[in-house]
């Protein structure tokens, strides 16, 4: 072979060998399907498949609607308006100082009740403030001697010592303390003290008492006893 021939032999498998390699990076990208290589020594009547270019499909996120709020312009703040007020007049507030209360003694209380008794003259009896008896009041009615406690309410003072009072005062018709006790036990009823305390609460009832302890004196008779007896009048 001449040296020209040998030239042109190399040229031609050189030409074959990049048309192999063209073709063989054809057929990696393009699916096996769709392409077809013809052989090196194809005949002219043979077609040719062709590589079908490939699309890539990307898929995109619709995009998201943001539900936004329609923009609304601030409302103009209404200016305050200017007001007069028109000025009080003064008034001048006079505070009167009510004197203090002073602090009354039981034995205060006591002679201020005696005080408030209707008919009671000065020295018809004697008043004493002791807690010996353990009694609100206690009454000697021989002679005429009267005991209050000093615990006893203030508003309580006029009740016990107009009772007591009426003790005293109920032996005053008669020559001696235990012929009033018996009569008073005939009149009202009861032994011992009975009728006796019967009748001096009747007594300070219509004295003007409004509390007292034995009774609340609602018999007609027993006041018609008890009026004789402030008079001074025998049952």
Not at 12 to 32: D, E, F, H
Not at 37 to 50: D, F, H, K, Q
Request: hydrophobic share 40%; proline share 9%.
């Amino acid at each position: 072979m001449s040296r020209r021939a040998l030239v042109l032999v190399l040229a031609l498998l050189q030409t074959l060998t990049v048309a192999a390699g063209a073709r063989a990076a054809v057929a990696l990208r393009a699916p096996a399907t769709t392409v077809a290589i013809a052989p090196i020594g194809r005949t002219p009547a043979e077609p040719v498949l062709r590589a079908r270019p490939v699309t890539a499909h990307v898929v995109r996120p619709a995009p998201v609607r943001r539900h936004t709020r329609p923009k609304v312009a601030p409302r103009p703040r209404p200016r305050p308006r200017p007001v007069h007020h028109a000025a009080a007049p003064r008034r001048t507030r006079v505070v009167v100082a009510s004197p203090p209360r002073r602090r009354t003694t039981p034995h205060q209380r006591m002679m201020a009740a005696v005080d408030r008794l209707p008919g009671y003259r000065t020295g018809d009896a004697t008043w004493y403030i002791t807690s010996a008896y353990g009694h609100w009041g206690m009454a000697d009615m021989g002679r005429g001697i009267i005991y209050i406690s000093p615990d006893v309410p203030a508003d309580r003072m006029y009740d016990v010592v107009a009772h007591e009072w009426s003790h005293v005062l109920s032996v005053k018709p008669y020559d001696a303390a235990m012929e009033a006790v018996v009569a008073m036990n005939t009149y009202f009823g009861g032994s011992g003290m009975t009728g006796a305390e019967r009748g001096a609460d009747c007594m300070a009832r219509i004295l003007g008492a409004t509390w007292t302890h034995y009774t609340s004196c609602g018999d007609a008779r027993w006041r018609d006893g008890a009026r004789r007896l402030l008079a001074r009048q025998r049952l």
